[in-house]
């Protein structure tokens, strides 16, 4: 399988690299949900000016939002302006039947298919368009690979 089938822009997950800077005994905070939510605006926003067909993020607001609210209660203002502000064309929902793989920085290990009911919810809610995925390795790969270019055909890079 190629490792580049899209010219397009992979934003990795800005929330691993802050915590991982920060230790592995590190307690994050409010400030440091903000301040997550806050570069990762600012790399959106740079990505979104580049000239790319195509934009991947690993994390966006719904996901800053829920951990928001599973942390630490209600929602945060800053975050819900920012879920409008950044509207992808298509979100893409995982289901979570992978096998858990612990890592220092994953959180829920036990009640993975609550959030994300949670996920899809907020997602209808707000009108969002998106798919999910499910199955493992290559075939998991591949269901989401037609999902995409169903949507978006022209996105295949010519050899």
Known sequence: MSDK???AKNLSEYSREYLTKKGKDYHYAESDLLEIAKKTSEIFTKAFRADKDALIADTD???LDIWWNEKFGNHHADILEYKLVYDFDLYVLCEPDLAWESD???ENPEDR???FERYKTELEKDHRTFE???GTGDE?????LEKILRRFPNLMLEE
Do not use: A
Request: proline share 5%; charged share 20%; no cysteine.
């Open 104 to 106: 220092p920085l994953r």
């Open 132 to 134: 999910i995925v499910s």
């Open 61 to 63: 607001f719904y996901v």
């Open 140 to 144: 998991r790969t591949l269901f989401l």
């Open 113 to 115: 298919y609550r959030l």
């Open 5 to 7: 089938i899209f010219d």
